[in-house]
Each structure stands twice: as C-alpha cells, then as structure tokens.
C-alpha cells in the first residue's frame, strides 16, 4: 500500500485533506459538508452516465451505482488514511450526507401531489386498496418469516427481517422492540429500494402484473417505499398514486401487525 | 359505495406556478406540524415526520385548502430527484461492512426474497380483491390508465 505519509511534503497533503475531511482529530469533528455532497453527485452522476450508454442495462441503475462506486472510494480512501471504513465513513461523508438525506422529508410528502392527481381512483378503490394491503402484508410476513427460518438466520436475524416494508424511520424502532438489529434492518430497508428501483419493471412484467396499475402500484409502494413510488410514478399516474397511499398504510401496518406477529410466533 | 362518475380530478394548473418560496415555505409549514405531531405518538407505534405529512398535504389538497399550483412545482422536482436523494442511505451501509462480512449472504438472499414476496403478495391479493369487486359485487373496475399523460 503506498501510504499518503510517505515524504514530508506528502505528509502535509495528507494533513491538508485530512483537515478537509474530518480524518485529522481522530473522527472526533465533523469534516466539511461539501466532500459528502460532492461525492454523492459524482457517483450519481456516473451511474446515470453509465446507465445511458449501456443502453438500461439494469446493474447499472443509477442508484445502485452511486450507492458502490461511493462505498469503493470511501474504502479506498479510509485505507489510504490508515482508518477503518465506518469511522471514515462517519467523520468524511457523514456531514455532506447528511444534508442531502434531509432533503428525503420534503420529497416524501411531495408524494401526496401524484396521489391527489388520482384522487378519482383512490376514492372508488379505497376498500380494496386497505383490504389489499393488510392482507396482502400479512401473508408476506408469513412467508418472509419461513425463508428467514429456512436459511438458518436466528432470533435476531429474523426479527430484523420483518419490519422491512415500512421505511427506514419506522422499521428501525420496531426491530429493535421485537428483538432485532436496526442496523440490519435500516441495510435491508434500503437495499429493498435499491432492488426494486433496478429490477422493478422486469419483476413486474416476470409475475403478470403490468395489467393491473392499481396492484401494480400498491406492490411497488410497498417493496420499494418511496423509490418505489417513483419507479411506479414512472409507469403511469395510477401506479404512482397507490404507491404513494401504499408508503402510508404500510406503515401504520407494520407499526401495529409486526409486533403482534412477533410474539405469535415467539420471537420475544 | 356511492358510484363515482369516472371522471379524474386532475386537471392541469389553470393558474401559473406559485413563487418557488413560497412553495418552499408551504412544505416547510407541513413538515414543522408534522414534526411536532410525530413527537406525539408513543416509541411503540412510531410515525415518523415524512409519513404525517404525506397526510396532512394530502388531506389539505383533498379538502382544496391548497391547490395543485401552489405546491406542484416543487413536488414535482423533488420527486424527480428521489433517486439521487438515496444514495447517503445507500452509503450507509459503508458503516456497517462489518455486519455484512459475517452474515452478508444470508441477509441478502432474504432482503432479495422479501422484497420479490412483498410485491408479489400485495399486488396479487389486489388482483384478487378487484376481481371479487368484479365478479361477486358486480363493480366497475374501469379506469382512465393516465390523465395528465406523464406515464410511459
């Protein structure tokens, strides 16, 4: 490994960047914002660059980029630094990060705007759009619950499992009270979106459901959350608006059936 | 259940954008309510700030206390940026390669079948539920695919 430090004139690079990163004091304060900021363009917009000239070739959705290519410098340059990933992780890109993930309020309410354009289809399909998404929820957990079992994961590992349809706010909290990582459970919250926004249309059209807006969109509100809210949004203004409503409800129904579920099944 | 003609409520903005500020400070009104409204429930049954006021947006345009134009534009430009807005989170999981490094596989076979299941379950329990809608209570299930022509 050629270490940043190895002449005195490299050594106040590494003094200079590491300043600008945050790296110097030992983690201890935050670096400066913009490092964040500016990465998580970068590898965006790499990922779109990718995404155009591979003409949609699905490993290479922009998201999914950004989200490696971004672990792979902070990797990269923690080593450089001679830290560990998390604690670069934390004091380098953690500031900058930040400031964008706030933005993810505002753009989640946002989501009422496509919701309301399909208030017509809303107020007709209201009993079926609940119905569906109690129901269809709670035979997923039964189902996630036995593929967790199947593959070996413990107590916790299984508890961290289940609250995965809510997002990330919701899930973690309920993890943590039925017995699981919230940790895990924020990865696999996130990593859910990023699956579904790449293969979001093949699955759709592999299980038949194109057909169907309403079940379409309710389906990827409820795998993706609000990145698959936008990937419905992408295939009409119906499938976008049951997203939508699908964020909310899924919610309030993991909030409520999850820890019930838990404890039918003894997990705590 | 009453029978709605079928007819969308969306109709393009009649009236011209409202100032980028003042959208802007509308969602930041939505959100600081919803930030004290969220503060209310139990740690039990968490709600959080995002999902109230995915609601109380809803219910005011619903209830036309807001019109589409006065929160449209900066709707509309933050939902295109939602990708982009993912990534910090994507990088998250950076702070927790340790996790992954031991239990990786399995988490990941699972969070793949989880998801694959929760689509497949929900979208196909609604398929069951608007054929009973068809077949036993004899519903319209017609709908207009798009009305305002931003789909594929």
């Known amino acids: 490994m050629m270490a940043l430090t190895a002449t005195p004139q490299m050594a106040s690079w590494g003094q200079w960047l590491g300043d600008a990163l945050g790296t110097n004091a030992a983690g201890a304060n935050a670096g400066n914002a913009l490092f964040g900021i500016f990465l ?84 007709r399909f209201w009993l079926e759009i609940l ?22 994961m413990d107590n916790t590992g299984i508890a961290s499992m289940l609250p995965q349809a809510a997002t990330t706010a919701i899930a973690m909290p309920i993890s943590a009270a039925i017995g699981g990582n919230p940790a895990i459970t924020a990865m696999v919250c996130i990593l ?77 | 259940m009453p029978t709605q003609p079928n007819k969308p409520v969306a109709t393009p903005a009649e009236k011209p954008a409202a100032p980028i500020l003042i959208q802007m400070g509308i969602f930041a009104a939505i959100l600081f309510v919803s930030s004290l409204i969220s503060a209310l429930f139990p740690p039990e049954l968490p709600v959080p700030t995002p999902v109230v006021g995915l609601v109380i947006l809803y219910v005011l345009l619903a209830t036309h206390v807001l019109k589409l134009y006065q929160v449209e534009k900066l709707g509309d430009f933050l939902i295109s940026l939602i990708a982009f807005l993912f990534v910090p989170s994507g990088i998250q999981v950076a702070a927790n390669l340790d996790i992954l490094r031991t239990q990786g596989i399995q988490i990941f076979i699972v969070m793949l079948l989880a998801t694959i299941i929760l689509l497949v379950c929900v979208a196909y329990t609604t398929k069951l539920m608007i054929w009973i809608r068809q077949h036993v209570f004899h519903g319209d299930i017609s709908v207009d695919a798009d009305v305002d022509g931003d789909g594929s």
Do not use: E
């Open chain 1, 131 to 152: 119905l569906s998404l109690v129901i269809g929820t709670s035979i997923a957990l039964v189902l996630i619950y036995y593929v967790a079992r199947a593959v070996g």
């Open chain 1, 40 to 123: 998580s363009l970068v590898v965006f917009l790499i990922g779109q660059w990718l995404f155009k000239i591979s003409k949609g070739f699905f490993l290479f959705q922009p998201l999914f980029v950004g989200m490696v290519l971004g672990i792979l410098v902070l990797a990269i340059l923690a080593h450089l630094f001679g830290t560990d990933t998390a604690t670069f992780y934390r004091s380098a890109y953690l500031p900058g990060g930040n400031i964008i993930f706030w933005f993810l309020n505002p753009a989640t309410i946002a989501f009422a705007i496509p919701l309301y354009r399909r208030n017509d289809v809303v107020k």
């Open chain 1, 192 to 268: 859910n979106s990023v699956v579904i926004y790449a293969l979001g249309d093949w699955l759709i059209k592999l299980f038949r459901i194109s057909q169907d807006p309403i079940g379409a969109g309710l389906g990827l509100g409820t795998a993706g959350h609000t990145v698959g809210s936008a990937k419905a949004l992408q295939l009409g203004s119906i499938q976008g608006s049951m997203a939508a409503i699908a964020v909310v409800v899924i919610s309030v129904v993991v909030d409520v059936v999850v820890p019930i579920f838990a404890m039918l099944v003894g997990l705590k």
